[in-house]
């Protein structure tokens, strides 16, 4: 399978995905569903999916989501969490997984969440998340090709 974007973009694409989940999931308090609907309904799916470098390592996660909330202030809660040591959480590895998921089959995210939701991603963090990562994308990609 061909990848949409060189995998040298990947670790960018994962990091700033990781830190929009946990700053939608942990900091915002979103359950997984409004988080995964916020992400499906915004333009960043799309503009990763097409390799658009801005969207691939030219945003941070926090402008990411600024991007996907327009209508709400983001200032304060984006200054709490810049301002707290940080340590990902199993929110910022979903974002991190989903990414790599998606690089590696060049499939749209909304595929993807459609046969496993973020809340099923997230179910998986206590026992895969020390797993290589190629772990929970088998799984995942199962799930996706199911008929």
Not at 92 to 113: E, S
Request: aromatic content about 12%; overall charge negative.
């Amino acid at each position: 399978m061909t990848c949409t974007y060189d995998e040298m973009y990947l670790s960018d694409v994962q990091k700033n995905l990781g830190f929009f989940f946990q700053l939608l999931l942990h900091n915002m308090g979103l359950s997984p569903m409004e988080s995964q609907n916020v992400f499906l309904d915004s333009i960043i799916p799309a503009q990763i999916e097409n390799a658009n470098p801005d969207f691939l390592c030219g945003k941070s996660g926090y402008e990411l989501a600024m991007l996907a909330l327009p209508h709400k202030d983001l200032s304060k809660v984006i200054e709490e969490a810049i301002q707290e040591p940080f340590y990902p959480q199993a929110e910022y590895w979903t974002g991190f997984v989903l990414a790599f998921c998606q690089w590696k089959n060049n499939i749209p995210f909304d595929r993807i969440l459609k046969r496993y939701s973020l809340e099923h991603i997230l179910q998986n963090y206590p026992l895969l998340h020390e797993a290589d990562v190629t772990k929970i994308e088998q799984i995942i990609m199962e799930k996706v090709n199911e008929n």
